[in-house]
Every structure is written in C-alpha cells, then in structure tokens.
C-alpha cells in the first residue's frame, strides 16, 4: 500500500480487524476494497487475518474457554483433526435453527439423538496443579534440588530461556520460552552418587475433590512433552530424553525427603523417551505417557530428564517445552465408535 | 430412516464437519461483517445437504463446498449491494480463487492457533474468552472491564497480530520437520 493512501502496513489490517468486529462504516469497506484490490501481498495477509478471526470467533470458542482446562475429544483418538471434528460439532449444536430443523426435519431424530450419545465417550481435561508447562512464568535458572512444594518446577542446573521460535512482543518483551537441561546432577538424596542426568520435576497436588470422587479404572493420567535438540545433527554423545511420571500416596510436601528411594511405592508410573544425537532441522520430539490413576493417588511426581551417554559439563541446547497433564475420564459405559455419531 | 438414508447422513455430517472451519473462513473472507458471513454460512449448509447428491468422491467435498459458498456469497452481495456497500464482484472472485489456493496453508493455520493460545498471557486468554466465549459482545466487555471500547477493540487487534505471528512461526517449524 502506497503512503499516499494514508494507509500504513499495521492500519490495513486494523482496518479488517474493524470491519470483522462489526464496527466498519460503508466508508471502511471501500477503502479495504481498494487497499485488496491494488496489493497482492496484502490480500495474502487479509486471508490470514480473516482464517484467524474466524478461528477466534466461530472455531475456537470452546478451545479458548477451556485453554489448558477441558478438551474434549471422541473416541480415544487423540489427533488434532479429531479434536477440531469435536469443537466443530460442539458448534454445530448451535448452529442455525435452519440447518438443525431441516435435518432432523428430514432425519428423523437421529440427529439429535446421536449428539446426546456422543457427550457420553471419553472427556480429557489438563490437571490444573501443573503450573506453567510452557515455562513462560520463569526465567533465568531454576530452583535446584527436588521440590518441596507442589505445582512449581525445579531440580538439576537448567534454565528458562528465549529458543530460536520464542515471538517477540510489541513492548519488546518475548513469548516462548523454553527450559534448557545444562548439567547433569546427583540425586538429592545421594550427592556423591554420579551426575549422569540433568532431571527437573514438578510435584503435581491430585488431592481434589473431583479426582477423590473417581473410581479406579475411570481414569488415566497422560503426561506429554516436547523436547527439543537444537544441537547439529549427529552430535556427541547422544542423550536420552526422557518425560516420565510417577503416582504416589503420602504427602507431596514430603517427597523430597526420600526422592528417589520410593520410586518402588509407586501406585503407578509410565514413562517415555528417546534417544537425539542433535537435529540440523530442529526437529521438535513429542513425547507422551500414559498411566491408570489408582483412586487412592494423592500426587504426582513429574520428571523430565535429559541424560547424556557419556559425562558431560554443558549438555548444550538440549530443551523442553509444552509440558501437559492430562486427565483422561472415561466412565465405564458402553464403548462406542464415535467418530461422527456412529454406535455401535 | 432407512440405512441408505443413514449413511447419507452420515457421510454428510463427517465431511460438514471436517470442512466446516475451512468454510467460515472462507467466506469470512469474502464477507468480513460478520452478520453477513453467518448468514450466507446458513445457506451454504442448507444447499450443501441439498445437493449432496451431486458429490462424487468425498475428497472433493472442500473444493465442491467452496464453489457453493461462493455462488451464495455472490448471490449476496447482489442482493445487498442495493442498499450498501459490499466488496465489488471482482474482488470476491479473486479473493475467492486466492483462498482455494491457500486451502490447505489456511487449514495448517488454524491448527496451529491452539498451540498459540496457549502461549498468550492470561489477561489476554481472559480477553479473547471474554469477548469470543459464547457471544459475549466486545461492547458488553468493555463496561465490565471498565475499559473504553475502543481501548479494548485495539487490545484484540494486538492479540490476533501476535496470534498471527505465533501462528506463522509453528506452521514454518512444522514444515521443517
């Protein structure tokens, strides 16, 4: 857009974001008629912008409501697309009158009949007492030792910092952060022992009254991270990353004392990991496990760790990001095949 | 029901369902006022399930509900320009062919925006809650928060810059893999 227009780059798309949000004159539309029809490039920009807002405002609505809160998702499948199938039936509920009358109109009530049988599959909600899984309440180095609080991150030599995807904001500050693993330490408990792992952990408290309401077999704790290897690909020595949890009954305030010496009381614990030699194409690894919640679980210990072959002082750029607890309810009712209302 | 009839009526409910984010948005961008996108949304699914016949294979769903979104966005904006301003037919027709185009690129966006929202601050998630979550007016928010509408209307436009942002670097690393 020429500067003749008075129009600079930020106003254009400020221009959109006024029509979408309903608060554009006839005047605003011709001039953002003019503005798409003369510029290529800023038509490609209105077309994300506009994929966004309606993302935002029709797509999203559940998905930014329950934002690290409740997801609700068919069938035991846990792709994206499946999720997005989910909010978009969600949405669906309240859709037009016209869409829905004439469905059922002509359907009979299947329809609505398979939309109350959906809601009764599988729910997944995070666990609200894992605090800051994106790591962007921090910064800098992380409290050392194992916690002695629940809900706060701390353990070996790591640090909260900016990756190379952190997004700068307008007051120049950044989002994105991630923590890095940097030296291998001993275990609290035996500090001559070895430094073989660079291994942070969060105590999660499970003591509420909606998981002390769950029987066993309801329900299913899923941990999962990403980690990332910014280290050239084939570095030296390979490490093994590792997301790993562990369910305990007792007082978390009082774990720290004896980490890792009750590892073997565990009620139930999973774990995942992989071994990286670097990555020249920052690939990000997700990682993810998965453990039956014993109803009489009071905590967890969650532990992420990076643990390199052969001893090593700095282990580089080595981090991990988008830590989630997941709760996974599913009452003990008929399974069903539920992707798009089939049962079975 | 018979089942044929069933399975109509689920296959048609499957693909709605999977392209009906790729659909809102594409007719958001031929429609930026939002009354006039949600009404011609309605439409579109009316004629969708009407002629649900006419579709061969299902992968050609998304690119068959394009063509029937942009006849009724066109039908539109004859009806409406009567009495307002709407974008001229040109500008629909290429901005039209530009979103098939980005289809797919589009799609990619709108899965990466949940990853994003998860990285906004909470006084912003509260925002985007507030004025997104279940209709609630951007107006309505503002008296709440004590803060001018306008103020308000720059906050989002701030939020969904950064979204923007968020959301290119994800699909670029995705790309990368």
């Not at chain 1, 109350?116 to 007492?129: D, F, H, K, N």
């Not at chain 1, 408990?189 to 408290?205: E, K, M, N, R, W």
């Not at chain 1, 969650?302 to 750029?317: C, F, I, S, Y």
């Amino acid at each position: 857009m020429s500067s003749s227009d008075g129009v600079n780059g930020d106003q254009r798309l400020e221009l959109a974001s006024r029509i979408m949000d309903g608060r554009g004159s006839d005047a605003d539309l011709q001039k953002l008629q003019v503005l798409l029809e003369d510029d290529a490039e800023f038509r490609r920009e209105y077309l994300r912008y506009a994929n966004l807002v309606s993302a935002l405002g029709d797509g999203c609505e559940s998905e930014i409501a329950e934002v690290a809160k409740v997801a609700v998702e068919v069938g035991g499948s846990r792709t994206v697309a499946d999720r997005q199938v989910w909010l978009a039936y969600r949405r669906s509920l309240t859709l037009s009158g016209v869409l829905l009358g004439l469905l059922i109109g002509l359907l009979g009530t299947s329809l609505a009949w398979s939309m109350s049988e959906r809601r009764l599959v599988v729910t997944v909600e995070a666990v609200r007492g894992l605090a800051d899984g994106g790591f962007e309440s921090l910064s800098g180095s992380l409290p050392s030792g194992f916690p002695q609080t629940v809900s706060a991150w701390s353990g070996d030599t790591a640090e909260v910092m900016k990756t190379v995807f952190a997004v700068e904001t307008a007051d120049g500050g950044f989002r994105g952060k991630s923590l890095r693993f940097v030296t291998p330490g001993s275990d609290a408990t035996a500090l001559q022992g070895p430094a073989t792992s660079c291994d942070v952990f969060q105590i999660v408290d499970l003591r509420t009254p909606k998981l002390r309401g769950l029987r066993s077999g309801e329900a299913s704790l899923e941990l999962a991270a990403e980690f990332l290897d910014l280290r050239p690909a084939r570095a030296e020595p390979p490490v093994s990353l590792y997301c790993q949890m562990f369910v305990f009954r007792g007082v978390p305030e009082e774990m720290y004392r004896e980490w890792p010496r009750r590892n073997g009381e565990a009620l139930a614990s999973a774990a995942a990991w992989h071994r990286s030699s670097g990555s020249g194409a920052r690939l990000p690894v997700h990682l993810n496990a998965r453990c039956f919640l014993p109803h009489e679980a009071d905590f967890v210990v969650v532990q992420l760790a990076a643990r390199p072959d052969t001893p090593l002082a700095d282990l580089g750029e080595v981090y991990v990001d988008e830590v989630s607890l997941r709760l996974r309810l599913q009452p003990t009712l008929p399974e069903r095949e539920v992707l798009l209302g089939r049962s079975r | 029901m018979g089942a044929r009839e069933t399975d109509r009526h689920e296959r048609f409910q499957g693909l709605y369902l999977q392209h009906e984010g790729a659909l809102r948005s594409f007719l958001r961008t031929l429609l930026p006022v939002p009354s006039d996108a949600t009404e011609v949304m309605q439409n579109v699914a009316i004629v969708l399930w009407r002629k649900f016949e006419d579709l061969g294979a299902s992968s050609e769903f998304r690119r068959w509900a394009f063509g029937v979104a942009r006849l009724e966005a066109l039908q539109f904006r004859r009806m409406k320009a009567r009495d307002r301003h709407v974008f001229d037919e040109g500008l629909l027709q290429l901005l039209a062919s530009e979103a098939e185009q980005d289809a797919d690129l589009l799609a990619t966006e709108r899965e990466a925006l949940s990853e994003c929202l998860q990285k906004l601050e909470s006084s912003q998630r509260l925002l985007i809650t507030a004025t997104y979550g279940d209709g609630a007016r951007l107006d309505e928010y503002s008296k709440r928060s004590g803060r001018t509408a306008m103020s308000v209307y720059k906050a989002i436009h701030r939020i969904r810059m950064r979204l923007l942002d968020c959301v290119r670097h994800r699909v670029i690393r995705r790309a990368d893999r």
